[in-house]
């Protein structure tokens, strides 16, 4: 009798552990799938270029949103375009939450409707680091849009969200923020940051060296 309980415990022991390996090699194929892109930074010209509609749900499209979704969260943003990501198709990534957990997909995205007040709130981009200025947009749109399964769905945003949404369309459209501020703040920006690319690349060949 004591050995069977003995040899109950083992095994209760034995498919505990192999549960906990299972769960740690998927993990670890889970984040080897995945990967890191590296992100456009204003002026670079691709990120005027006009993103194409997706036409295939695919493997393809699930890995691109996968890789999106992680650079945007260790940017950290709320938000990334394919545009920004030298992908030239209307993908999106959102996540305006505190918790960090709820993604919204948005493909071939499309504003029906956008209310007649208009809200200006600082928006930054990822593609133009350190930069954060007002823009006015309609405070609420209504978005029809796709998701990874090919299935359409519409919801209308506010806030923050709102901002986001439109932010990111416009990349898909090859339009920056900073486009909408004036010629002399937008020179400035530009300036400064074509300064520090070229000190970020005379580092990188230091480094190299
Ligand atoms: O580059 C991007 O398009 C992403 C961008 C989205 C955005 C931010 C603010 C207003 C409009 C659109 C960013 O995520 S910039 C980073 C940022 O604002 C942020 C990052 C972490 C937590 C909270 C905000
Ligand atoms: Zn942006």
């Not at 670890?28 to 992100?39: E, P, Q, V």
């Not at 997706?54 to 950290?76: G, I, N, S």
Request: charged letters at 30%; glycine letters at 4%.
């Amino acid at each position: 009798m004591r050995s069977e309980i003995a040899a109950d415990a083992n095994c209760a022991r034995a498919c505990l552990r192999l549960r906990v390996l299972t769960c740690y090699f998927f993990s670890l194929l889970h984040k080897s799938c995945m990967a890191l892109l590296s992100i456009l930074r204003y002026p670079d010209p691709r990120l005027h270029k006009l993103a194409m509609p997706v036409t295939d749900f695919d493997e393809r499209l699930k890995q691109l949103v996968a890789d999106m979704a992680e650079t945007m969260y260790k940017a950290p943003g709320i938000g990334l375009a394919a545009t920004q990501v030298d992908v030239h198709e209307q993908v999106i990534v959102i996540d305006t939450s505190d918790t960090r957990d709820q993604l919204r997909v948005l493909i071939n995205p499309l504003i029906i409707w956008t209310s007649d007040d208009r809200q200006v709130y600082e928006e930054g981009c990822l593609s133009v680091p350190g930069i954060y200025d007002g823009v006015e947009r309609p405070t609420q749109v209504r978005v029809r849009s796709y998701s990874l399964d090919g299935s359409v769905h519409e919801f209308e945003a506010e806030g923050l969200l709102a901002v986001c949404v439109q932010h990111e369309m416009d990349h898909l459209k090859g339009k920056v923020f900073v486009e909408y501020l004036s010629p002399l703040k937008r020179n400035r920006i530009k300036s400064k940051l074509q300064k520090e690319e070229r000190e970020m690349k005379k580092e990188r060949q230091v480094s190299a060296h």
